[in-house]
Nanobody, 125 residues
Framework: VQLQASGGGLVQAGGSLRLSCAASGRTFSNYGMGWFRQAPGKEREFVSAINWSGLITDYATSVKGRFTISRDNAKNTVYLQMNMLKPEDTAAYYC???????????????????WGQGTLVTVSS
């Protein structure tokens, strides 16, 4: 599976961004997807995950109510809509594919098999 993340950039606090992750190489609707982020000097942390159908999602407490994950299986793409951004959201954002489960979602980075290259989000105060 190859994953290509895009959509990062510089935004002021309170603003919005939408990240995209295009997948190729395997049937997209056969696996779950997740978003993680990593700030400088910190470990990579879970942000959000979605199952194959999009009907099951999960969010980190820090982003719940502000971020929305979705997917378009016809376009082999997963999205992360980020609203009300805060300076503490500044990080490199990575999409990942979990080939081990389809119905449920995983929140541990160790459950994900393939990773995109990351896209940088910078939120200024």
């Amino acid at each position: 599976v190859q994953l290509q993340a895009s959509g990062g950039g510089l935004v002021q606090a309170g603003g919005s961004l939408r990240l995209s992750c295009a997948a190729s190489g395997r049937t997209f609707s056969n696996y779950g997807m997740g978003w993680f982020r990593q700030a400088p000097g910190k470990e990579r942390e879970f942000v959000s995950a979605i199952n194959w159908s999009g009907l099951i999602t999960d969010y980190a407490t820090s982003v719940k109510g502000r971020f929305t994950i979705s997917r378009d299986n016809a376009k082999n793409t997963v999205y992360l809509q980020m609203n009300m951004l805060k300076p503490e959201d500044t990080a490199a954002y990575y999409c990942a594919a979990d080939l081990g489960r389809r119905i449920t979602v995983a929140i541990s980075r160790y459950d994900y098999d393939y990773w995109g290259q990351g896209t940088l989000v910078t939120v200024s105060s």
